[in-house]
């Protein structure tokens, strides 16, 4: 979107909050003081009022139709002209109390400058004189009050014009700032790569000295070059992240992991240089935790790294202490402590804050003995707040320091807990519902979870089947794929909302996890968002939502599975690529002979599918294609457990044109290829199994 086509919506939505407003003072100021035009006056008044609210109501309508920039920009011009010479109507009919609309005038002209320019301020200032100038030659109270009307008009001129270089002087330094910003991006993506490019080799050639040399001195600076490469690796990691941050563009995933995976790789990256030091490295997880999570592992073990880091970099002596405790558990949400504590030099008291501002250096000394940018406590802070905490310090000279932070983190709950809440989600049958979604697999996976429940279930494959369908059929409850092939679905949801005058319950089903996706579907109107995969729970919950308690509860029809644990069976499968668990719950998502089976078929042509496409998109560097691409392989991922494809898929979602550059050659597509292979080679021996049971 332009950024004329996203002013024309923000002024459409004023347009609307200020003019009925306007609108409805007009019709008291007549009814109470009357109009100096007598009964014709009234009548007057009546067509001003509706051809006010119909001018409203069709630029709202206009904007939501809007394909081509040049609409928009015709659109500018037109509201340039028809919003003061509405204005100029209502001053013209309501008399001497009209005097309180003229403030309106400046507030339309200024909206035009500071959202769409110079050139549509100075059309709007063009009507407005033109239609005030009108106004006093034609209204009875403004030709008896000249000196007025001219003092006003007068004020419509000089006003304008002066605020006219202070927009330009605004406009003018935003688009410095946002050059500059760009330019900075542009730097830093070009310094990443020119800087990993030779980076790769060096870390390539000597680890192939250190496996080949014979020579113990070899060998010994060999691994010291391997040490300062990945220090160096982390410094523009740091580097890259601080900008991100700057342009707001770092943005926490939520994707699952296992806590116990990340410290132990936390463990293995440090240990052998607190070996080289003489110093006893820990990493302790509270017992308790025994759950996967659902957050940003990425982001996560950068601060840990960061604050593990520095606790290694600074402990010359004695011990580093990595520890995870469990502070509380309520309602299937760990609150988790972070700790990282060590016997090093000691922060004084006074430096407590500053060491989280970017390149700062507690001393020059220190800066050159232990070396470092300064940045990884600034970006450690930054993301350890977009979790919603605060990096904590105790620290004194001499005595070490401690650095902790609080979390919480949305425990995944599974298939055993499952039937102890299933009781308390309202099930109701016979509802009329709508499925719209481009992906064959959760087309027929929702589809079976509701007819087990025995509502009457429509499918549609694309935006424009679906559009057709709530046309010509009713339905009690919807649920529409945010992202779909045609067009997306808030489009759907808004074609449906202006073409219908009652509207069923419209869900989002999606794979994007942000909070600005669920804040933007609520926004436009959405019953709901539910997070792919998506459950019998959450879609029963939903139709209850919408539905109430109307309607026959649907009868259970619990029929333990009999067939063996996939986990028990299938031992080989490792959990970093495939969830059996997601796997296990999809078995009893329905008592049909073959529907797991349809399932895994449908899910695996599925993958190749969005991974082909997404493999192109990476290989033109259209991150347009690479977003959608990667929407759909998340969503057919999460739903039936491939985990890795899933956060790989997660990440591309949301990954940048600078941030993409700046990964290393074929990194995307090699990591890509490989879990989209190894997930589906997976999936097919356990469709084999099922197979050779039926």
Not at 483 to 489: A, E, F, I, S
Not at 681 to 688: E, G, M, P, T, Y
Request: hydrophobic residues 45%; contains cysteine.
């Amino acid at each position: 979107m332009t950024d004329v086509e996203s002013s024309v919506r923000v002024q459409a939505k004023v347009r609307v909050t200020v003019g009925f407003p306007v609108l409805l003072f007009g019709l008291v100021a007549v009814w109470y003081w009357g109009t100096p035009y007598g009964a014709n006056g009234f009548i007057a008044v009546g067509v001003i009022a509706i051809l006010h609210a119909l001018y409203m109501f069709s630029t709202l309508w206009l904007v939501t139709r809007m394909r081509q920039p040049s609409t928009a920009r015709a659109l500018v011009i037109g509201t340039a002209i028809l919003d003061p010479l509405l204005l100029s109507g209502w001053l013209t009919m309501t008399g001497e109390t009209g005097a309180l609309f003229v403030c309106f005038y400046l507030f339309t002209i200024l909206g035009f400058g500071f959202r769409t320019g110079r050139r549509a301020m100075w059309i709007c200032q063009a009507a407005s004189l033109t239609g005030f100038a009108m106004v006093l030659v034609i209204a009875p109270i403004w030709r008896e009050h000249p000196i007025m009307g001219l003092s006003l008009f007068t004020v419509l001129v000089v006003v304008p014009l002066y605020a006219s270089g202070l927009i330009k002087n605004l406009r003018d330094a935003h688009a410095r700032a946002e050059y500059e910003s760009q330019a900075k991006s542009q730097l830093l993506a070009k310094v990443s790569h020119e800087l990993r490019t030779p980076l790769s080799g060096i870390v390539a050639s000597a680890q192939l000295i250190s496996a080949e040399a014979m020579d113990a001195r070899l060998v010994k600076r060999a691994d010291i070059i391997l040490r300062l490469s990945n220090d160096l690796l982390l410094e523009i990691n740091d580097l890259l992240d601080s900008a991100k941050f700057e342009a707001n563009a770092l943005i926490l995933a939520s994707t699952l992991f296992d806590l116990h995976d990340v410290m132990e790789h936390i463990r293995f990256t440090f240990a052998s240089t607190a070996e080289a030091k003489n110093i006893s490295f820990t990493v302790t997880v509270d017992p308790d935790i025994k759950s996967m999570v659902q957050g940003d592992a990425h982001y996560l073990s950068r601060v840990l790294k960061n604050l593990a880091g520095n606790a290694v970099k600074f402990t010359d002596v004695g011990k580093v202490e990595i520890n995870l405790q469990l502070l509380e558990k309520i309602d299937d949400v760990y609150r988790i402590r972070f700790s990282v504590q060590d016997t090093g030099i000691g922060i004084p008291q006074e430096l407590h804050q500053q060491i989280f501002e970017p390149f700062f250096q507690a001393s020059a000394g220190a800066a050159r003995r232990y070396g470092g940018t300064g940045l990884g406590m600034s970006l450690a802070k930054e993301v350890v707040t977009l979790m919603g905490s605060e990096i904590m310090v105790q620290s004194e000279p001499g005595t070490g320091s401690l650095f902790y932070f609080d979390v919480n983190l949305p425990v995944v709950v599974r298939a055993p807990q499952e039937s102890a809440d299933v009781a308390a989600v309202p099930v109701l049958c016979g509802k009329r519902v709508l499925i719209a979604d481009d992906n064959a697999t959760n087309l027929i996976l929702i589809q079976e979870l509701l007819e087990g429940d025995r509502h009457v279930v429509t499918v549609a494959s694309s935006g424009e089947e679906a559009l057709t369908l709530l046309n010509s059929q009713v339905f009690d409850v919807i649920f529409i794929d945010y992202n779909m092939g045609d067009m997306d679905g808030a489009q759907v949801f808004q074609i449906y909302q202006f073409g219908k005058l009652a509207t069923a319950p419209v869900f989002f089903l999606t794979a994007d996890t942000t909070a600005t996706t669920s804040a933007k579907l609520q926004d436009i109107g959405a019953a709901g968002v539910l997070h792919k995969p998506i459950t019998r729970d959450e879609l029963r919950q939903a139709i209850a939502q919408a539905c109430g308690e109307d309607g026959m509860p649907a009868q259970s029809r619990p029929t333990p599975s009999t067939q063996a644990s996939l986990s028990a069976t299938f031992t080989s499968i490792s959990p970093q690529y495939l969830d059996l668990a997601v796997l296990e719950d999809l078995q009893t998502c329905s008592q049909r002979p073959g529907f797991f089976a349809e399932i895994l078929r449908s899910a695996t042509m599925d993958m190749e599918r969005n991974c082909s496409a997404l493999l192109e998109a990476l290989a033109a560097k259209d991150i347009t294609q690479i977003h959608d691409s990667a929407h759909a392989l998340s969503g057919i991922s999460v739903s039936v457990g491939a985990v890795r494809l899933a956060s790989l898929a997660s990440k591309l979602m949301r990954i940048d044109r600078w941030e993409l550059r700046a990964a290393k050659e074929d990194y995307w597509t090699l990591e890509i290829a490989q879990a989209t292979n190894r997930s589906v080679h997976d999936l097919r021996a356990i469709l084999r199994d099922q197979t050779i049971m039926h």
